[in-house]
């Protein structure tokens, strides 16, 4: 026997469903870390604090009551109480997590237009990953690797990588952050790389700027190139390599100085098929050799065949995840590629249905929810007959 569940309401840009609490948003005023927060967030009534409950400001009333009206015998100020709510609003990192993405939201002002690139936007990537992050254009890829990579900041929401919040650093944190932490490949070759240096020497830029000794740098850029296949190349210009090694060669510019997280936009947008599959043969070495974690967004469809986990952003939001797992036969025993697709639910219990249901069973506006056993149905809000005589459940 079904269960039902309740109804809830389909948002018109994307096809969301609720299953948990509303959330409520205070408005977008003072420090940038305060916005988009629930309703236990609410920023601070200075009317419940001492002065307003019977206690007197004159320090001569304070003192005759007991109290001392010195800083150290003070409570905690405004400031203090919004420190605390901040540090209870970044998630608790897990010592295997590298990114923890929590409700990020981007939006972009122009004069009187406002483009919402990210809508509380959530993802996690563990150390030592090697994913892919695909969508549609305007989906949102390119700001998320934007705010990763220190470039930008949210309008609302937490970021953290390796353990260091992203909202709250200083100009000179943020520098230190993208010389040591990450790493950046472009998808243009010529963005990657000065043309007058040699690739052994474009290598060594990073290496320069954290003053790094000459030796240690003529080493470490001569073992990344022979890593991506470039040993022989370290003498040449860029104008002299090809696309490829010219890639190449960016990608050992983005591991000059180690970092824990390597980012890549549309790496291969300039190569074609063969050159591309060969790109991503180098991310995988990398990614395996040096273990590094490695985050690339492409609109590449065969870039899912060489990594373990794809997540498909749709609308700002991370849609549906794509996970690949080796698992052995049971009447060979060899191993056999296994791809499972998940819808994404998050912690305010969203989720975005794939476009193709959607439109397979014309879902719109609303839809009816039902407990069935094990799993929850999805029905349209305004059924023609039964929901076991239509049978059209999710």
Not at 119 to 132: F, K, N, S, T, W
Not at 196 to 202: P, S
Not at 322 to 346: H, I, K, M, N, P
């Amino acid at each position: 026997m079904s269960q039902s569940v309740g109804s809830v309401e389909k948002d018109h840009s994307a096809s969301v469903i609720s299953l948990g609490p509303p959330i409520v948003v205070v408005p977008q005023t003072g420090d940038r870390s305060q916005r988009g927060r629930s309703s236990a967030t609410t920023p601070i009534d200075t009317t419940l604090l001492p002065s307003a409950t019977g206690l007197s400001s004159s320090t001569s009333e304070l003192s005759s009551r007991g109290v001392d009206p010195s800083p150290t015998g003070a409570g905690p100020s405004l400031a203090d109480l919004q420190a605390r709510a901040r540090a209870r609003h970044v998630p608790a990192p897990d010592a295997d997590v590298l990114v923890v993405c929590d409700g990020l939201v981007r939006i972009f002002q122009s004069d009187a237009v406002e483009v919402v690139a990210l809508q509380g936007l959530d993802l996690q990537v563990r150390r030592g990953e090697m994913i892919a992050i695909v969508g549609a254009s305007g989906s949102g890829k390119s700001t998320l690797l934007g705010i990763l990579s220190g470039l930008d900041t949210p309008t609302a929401g937490s970021v953290t990588v390796d353990g260091q919040n992203l909202l709250t650093m200083t100009a000179a944190q943020r520098l230190a952050y993208r010389r040591s932490t990450v790493g950046f490949v472009f998808q243009q070759t010529g963005a990657n790389l000065l043309g007058y240096l040699t690739a052994a020497e474009n290598v060594e830029v990073p290496l320069r700027a954290t003053g790094t000794p000459s030796k240690a740098r003529r080493e470490r850029a001569r073992y990344l190139l022979d890593i991506v296949g470039l040993a022989d190349q370290a003498d040449r210009r860029p104008g002299e390599l090809s696309g490829g090694q010219q890639q190449r060669v960016a990608i050992a510019v983005a591991l000059a100085n180690d970092p824990a997280l390597v980012l890549a936009d549309e790496p291969t947008g300039e190569l074609d098929f063969a050159t591309a599959q060969e790109i991503y043969d180098v991310f995988a070495e990398v990614n395996a050799r040096l273990g590094v974690t490695v985050v690339i967004v492409t609109h590449d469809i065969a870039v899912a065949e060489k990594v373990d986990r794809t997540v498909a952003i749709r609308d700002g939001r991370t849609a549906s995840e794509v996970l690949r797992t080796s698992q052995e036969t049971a009447d060979t025993g060899e191993s056999a590629r296994v791809t499972q697709e998940y819808a994404v639910l998050d912690r305010n219990g969203r989720l975005q249905l794939p476009s193709e249901l959607v439109e397979a069973l014309g879902l719109r506006h609303r839809v009816r929810l039902e407990l069935a056993g094990d799993h929850i149905r999805i029905w349209p809000a305004e059924p023609t007959g039964t929901p076991d005589a239509k049978g059209a459940g999710a």
